[in-house]
């Protein structure tokens, strides 16, 4: 029995000693270091950026090192410490179209002032397993574009200037912050952004995927994604104007959804949002899915599909959420198992009983209980 | 890192004002699941994290902490989170119930009765008691608002049909103070008359799904039930195989695997207090 004896505390310091032995694993193979993951894992590194909801690369690598790799563990030991961190402020929103771009494609246009950027992509590789990768072989320096690319006009502006894609209007209120606020039904799209951003990827994937095979059709076309890094510019109120405090890499996805037109508004298209700390691709797609399946209130159009639905999507996309409360159950019940088993004893006895007396007699004789 | 670089109890003094402000709210209101920002905590949610919460905001460096799961202050999760509060609060522990001002649970009150002045705090998984009948959270609050719990009430004459008699056994729903019907968390329902009227102060927290709710002292916690099928407690036959208490709630332990078990307390501490002769155990 591992419980109902003295010596938990002893079992657990164990469990933690192997734990640490096996995360080593073989000592005469050197440790590998947070700064060989941030530069060599970059991507793991940007998955646990994003769904902790941190910009720290560094920490990032820590957490999955300490995580043995498990990126969820990774995400939470990163999100339980970034619940610690004071809040100094807002930044001001970022300006996608002023980032420093490293990728920038799109679906909508074959070409565009600016043009389609590749970059660093597993676009076109043949996945075919590189055993030339092994050990450390020589690597290529980059070909790089002198100056680099920056202030390119993004699609979604291109559209906006024959009105042919909805607005977006700065409201200019302050955005609500779901790890500081009480989350409440229905959401507001910022909110619901922020949840999605820090939503698990495979589950919005899914999601995102499910609305492309008709749960909840969109019409999406890629207006554009693109990655890069973005200033962080944050109000300084006693200097009385903006400060840049750093650069983050962010993946921004713009989807262009089917239009909509009524007496009011003449025929548009709409649009569904996505952007995520680091290079993250998939997720930013998937995200910009879900948010503009979410959007079908808006647009009254009719909710009939999962991904449509704010409550089941925004309750249930946060892994580290998730996986807390399926993994409890691995914690001891037995108590209210005790009360299960009285009670089937119980109605198993009385069902007997109903059978062996007589098919009139009724359910509710009294009978004691099954774990007397 | 090392612990030194956080707050007394783990949370910085901004977010214990706001849970104990969620609190208050929750005392003002018996029963009400009030909605509060749950930060992440160091330990996955569904292991206690609102109890946590609601523990690090009400603890002072004079109190005395007890954790249990399951009735006993043994179990794993419990010794990780009594490890958790000794080394970010420093706080005494104890296993005794007199001794203790603040005790966190799991799943159980503890058999020695509460007094004036103890906290007993709960760890909800979930604690709308309505949600396996309505699993939308805009719905659920309305119906609480309205006070319409027919449905519950259809739930658990449904279940006198079927089973003749009500098949609930743990997370058995009360209504409090004559208001809003709450969960007990997953309690044995043997539990729920010790709710009723306790001196103590029962403070209930959900961290996963941001509530907190409250019982407060002397207040009127009453099992749902029928006239002609009223509310009825699990009753062991025999008593404890280890202490003889009768009347305490027994876990079933399977000795071998040809049927053989015996029954003994599941409050560990209450158990043990009577074999020993310690502390003034019932």
């Known amino acids: 029995m591992y419980v109902a004896v003295k010596g938990g505390e002893a079992a657990i310091d164990n469990a933690h000693r192997l734990l640490a032995d096996r995360r080593r694993g073989d000592r005469s193979l050197p440790a590998i270091s947070e700064a060989q993951i941030a530069e060599q894992l970059s991507l793991a590194v940007d998955r646990v950026m994003a769904e902790a909801s941190l910009y720290d690369p560094g920490l990032a690598a820590l957490a999955i090192r300490q995580a043995r790799g498990d990126m969820i563990e990774a995400i939470f030991i990163l999100r339980a410490y970034r619940t610690t961190l004071p809040r100094f402020g807002i930044s001001r929103p970022l300006d996608s179209r002023a980032m420093r771009i490293e990728r920038r494609v799109s679906a909508t246009y074959k070409d565009l002032p600016g043009g389609q950027l590749l970059g660093p992509t597993f676009d076109y590789t043949h996945r075919l397993l590189d055993p030339t990768l092994s050990g450390d072989p020589e690597v290529p320096e980059p070909s790089r574009r002198d100056g680099g690319v920056g202030g390119l006009a993004r699609v979604s502006d291109i559209l906006d200037g024959e009105s042919l894609i909805e607005m977006e209007a700065d409201e200019g209120a302050e955005p609500g912050d779901i790890t500081r606020m009480p989350q409440e039904f229905p959401l507001s799209r910022a909110e619901r952004l922020q949840s999605l951003a820090r939503g698990d990827e495979g589950f919005l994937l899914a999601l995102a995927y499910s609305t492309q095979r008709g749960y909840g059709r969109t019409h999406p076309f890629v207006g554009e994604i693109r990655i890069g890094l973005a200033t962080v510019e944050i109000d300084i109120p006693e200097l009385g104007f903006s400060v840049a405090i750093g650069e983050v890499r962010v993946t921004e996805c713009q989807m262009v959804n089917q239009f909509k037109g009524s007496a009011e508004r003449p025929p548009q298209f709409t649009r569904g949002y996505g952007l995520v700390f680091g290079q993250s691709e998939r997720k930013a797609m998937a995200m910009s899915l879900c948010d503009r399946a979410l959007r079908a209130a808006e647009y009254g159009e009719e909710i009939t599909a999962p991904a449509q639905d704010e409550e089941f999507v925004i309750s249930h996309c946060d892994n580290v959420e998730a996986t807390g409360f399926v993994e409890h159950l691995k914690l001891p019940h037995y108590v209210d198992f005790q009360a299960e088993l009285g009670l089937v004893r119980r109605l198993r006895a009385a069902w007997q009983e109903r059978g062996v007396v007589s098919e009139a007699e009724e359910g509710d004789a009294p009978i004691g209980e099954a774990a007397q | ?282």
């Not at chain 2, 522990?93 to 966190?104: K, L, P, R, S, Y």
């Not at chain 2, 949600?131 to 719990?149: A, C, N, S, W």
């Not at chain 2, 709710?195 to 709710?213: C, D, H, N, V």
């Open chain 2, 1 to 282: 890192m090392n612990a030194a670089t956080y707050n007394f109890a783990y949370l910085d003094e901004q977010t214990k004002r706001m849970i104990r402000r969620a609190i208050l709210k929750a005392l003002a209101i018996p029963g009400y699941q009030v909605p509060f920002a749950a930060r992440e905590m160091p330990m996955p949610y569904g292991w206690g994290t609102g109890g946590v919460q609601v523990t690090a905001a009400v603890i002072g460096p004079g109190d005395v902490l007890k954790v249990i799961d399951q009735g006993a202050d043994d179990t794993t999760n419990a010794v990780s989170i009594r490890a958790f509060f000794r080394k970010v609060a420093g706080v005494a522990t104890t296993t005794h119930t007199a001794e203790a001002t603040v005790i966190q649970t799991r799943h159980r009150i503890p058999e020695y009765p509460l007094k004036e002045g103890q906290i007993l705090v709960y760890q909800v998984p979930i604690p709308e008691p309505l949600r396996f009948l309505e699993p939308r959270e805009t719905e659920t609050r309305v119906m609480h608002g309205l006070e319409d719990y027919g449905l519950m009430h259809v739930k658990l004459y449904e279940d006198i049909a079927h089973h003749g008699r009500i098949a609930t056994a743990y997370a058995y729903p009360v209504k409090v103070a004559g208001r809003y019907v709450m969960d007990p968390s997953p309690i044995p329902k043997f539990d729920n008359p010790k709710m009723t009227m306790s001196p103590a102060l029962q403070l209930f927290g959900a961290g996963r799904e941001k509530r907190i709710y409250a019982v407060p002292p002397y207040t009127e916690v009453k099992s749902l039930d029928f006239e002609d099928h009223p509310f009825e407690v699990q009753t062991f036959n025999e008593p404890c195989a280890l202490c003889g208490a009768r009347n305490v709630y027994l876990d079933e332990v399977v000795l071998d695997d040809r049927g053989g078990r015996m029954f003994v307390c599941s409050d560990t501490d209450n158990c043990e207090s009577r074999r020993t002769g310690t502390g003034a155990q019932s």
